[in-house]
């Protein structure tokens, strides 16, 4: 009797102590298995611009996250180079060793869905209460999406604009440009800006550097292959007047191989450029190195008669290994490094995109942190961002796509150049790459 009291009474002290800690805000955890996640992530960033800050906001991430789970550990390689990463994913995935969430490049997405190597996700999307896929941008999103099924998330975006050398135009008494320009504007700044200077008989100033036949494709509103990946468009009407008109404006320079550095010493009106390049380049003190003879601006690239101000947006990725037997928990890791808003809000501090999330790329925050590193007003560029991501371009994604596509654009400069058979060139081209996306 005297033992079942004391046992009675021990219970009973227990149970005070435990409402006592809970009431003074202690969280009472059951005892847990201890578990390891590994993180797959290269160096550095896929914009290939310069990155000091690419370890401390995943290191910030998992030290939160280890704190929320007492029970995980997080652990990841360091040192592995973007231009690396993809075969160390490869040789992992081989090995059985890949890590339980990953980075993955939009060059490797449509590879990775195909082969096995991700998870579909859907039945956590689906079913998670806390999880909304209507917070991302559609394209962002969708970016991650792989023959109607959802292998990754966005983790940060990187939309295209175009630069804009005002003080250029201004010395040729030309009006800036509005975000709503078309090819024919376009041209003809191209055209007026492009002359000879000083006079010894060679052009030395231009209307644009690394516009491409994509540029103007995408703006044209030309899709390049058909959505299951088995046929080219090549020769569509869109596509056809893109390339013609790409060609056009390469003909006012004589096709000229210019440079960044011709951009750089300002001879030059209009860049394409990643907004990535834009936040780089732009602060000091990379604007001593940059740009810095005159004053530039970003605008959306020009439309064409079939198409619209759209352009294409380059997504990181990230996903869960199929080889993981923390499949929960990896979710939530998921979660927290491209869903949270906490996290996203860390991307505007040290990344050089954008979120992929729409409220936290249109917070007060993300713009206050956009104004103190560049120094200047945003609200026009926030909401030139917000339209660009909202209308971003889906690129259809299949295992050649790749491939594909750099076959054509190895030889969209021998068609450019080409003075005749332009139609020929074009069929054929078109007729060797769906003999590849057949095979």
């Known amino acids: 009797m005297r033992q079942k009291l004391e046992k009675w009474w021990k219970r009973i002290i227990a149970v005070g102590l435990v409402i006592s800690l809970l009431s003074v805000g202690f969280v009472i955890y059951p005892k847990q298995q201890k578990i390891v996640l590994t993180f797959g992530m290269f160096a550095g960033n896929k914009w290939d611009v310069p990155d000091d800050n690419c370890y401390q906001m995943i290191d910030q991430v998992i030290k939160e996250f280890e704190k929320e789970y007492p029970n995980v550990t997080i652990k990841y390689e360091s040192g592995v180079m973007k231009d690396d990463y993809s075969e160390w994913l490869s040789q992992k995935a081989l090995k059985g060793d890949l890590p339980d969430v990953f980075m993955v490049l939009p060059e490797d997405f449509s590879t990775f869905s195909s082969v096995g190597m991700l998870k579909n996700l859907d039945s956590y999307t689906k079913i998670d209460k806390a999880f ?4 991302y941008y559609e394209g962002s999103y969708n970016a991650g999406t792989y023959k109607e099924t959802q292998y990754a998330l966005p983790y940060e975006s990187v939309p295209t604009l175009m630069l804009v050398n005002k003080t250029l135009l ?5 009006k800036m440009p509005g975000n709503h320009w078309t090819w024919d504007d376009f041209y003809k700044i191209c055209q007026k800006v492009t002359k000879d200077t000083d006079g010894d008989g060679r052009l030395d100033q231009f209307g644009v550097y690394n516009y491409k036949w994509n540029d103007a494709t ?5 899709t ?19 390339i013609l008109f790409t060609k056009k404006i390469e003909k006012i320079s004589s096709f000229r191989n210019l440079t960044s550095d011709d951009f750089d010493s300002g001879n030059i009106a209009f860049r394409p450029m990643t907004f990535s390049e834009f936040r780089t380049y732009k602060p000091y003190p990379w604007k001593i190195n940059k740009y810095f003879d005159f004053k530039w601006d970003c605008i959306r690239l020009p439309f064409g008669p079939d198409g619209e101000n759209k352009t294409q947006v380059d997504n990181l990725l990230m996903g869960i290994s199929n080889q993981t037997k923390q499949g929960d928990m990896a979710w939530q890791f998921l979660k927290k490094l491209c869903y949270e808003t906490k996290t996203q809000q860390k991307i505007f501090q040290y990344r050089q995109g954008i ?7 249109n917070s007060k925050q993300a713009q206050q942190v956009l104004e103190k590193s560049m120094g200047e007003n945003m609200t026009d560029k926030m909401k030139l961002l917000d339209e660009l991501m909202n209308n971003a371009l889906q690129i259809p994604k299949f295992r050649r796509y790749n491939e594909a596509y750099q076959k054509i654009d190895s030889e969209m400069t021998r068609i450019l150049t080409d003075e005749e ?9 078109k007729q060797e790459i769906d003999k590849l996306l057949n095979q």
């Open 132 to 135: 909304k896929k209507s917070n």
């Open 170 to 174: 201004k010395k040729e008494h030309i």
């Open 218 to 222: 995408l703006s044209n509103g030309g």
């Open 224 to 242: 390049l292959f058909n959505q299951s990946g088995t046929k080219c468009n090549l020769s569509s009407e869109p596509i056809e007047n893109a």
């Open 355 to 361: 979120s992929p999330l729409k409220a936290v790329t």
């Open 421 to 429: 058979e332009f139609d020929s060139n074009i069929l054929k081209l």
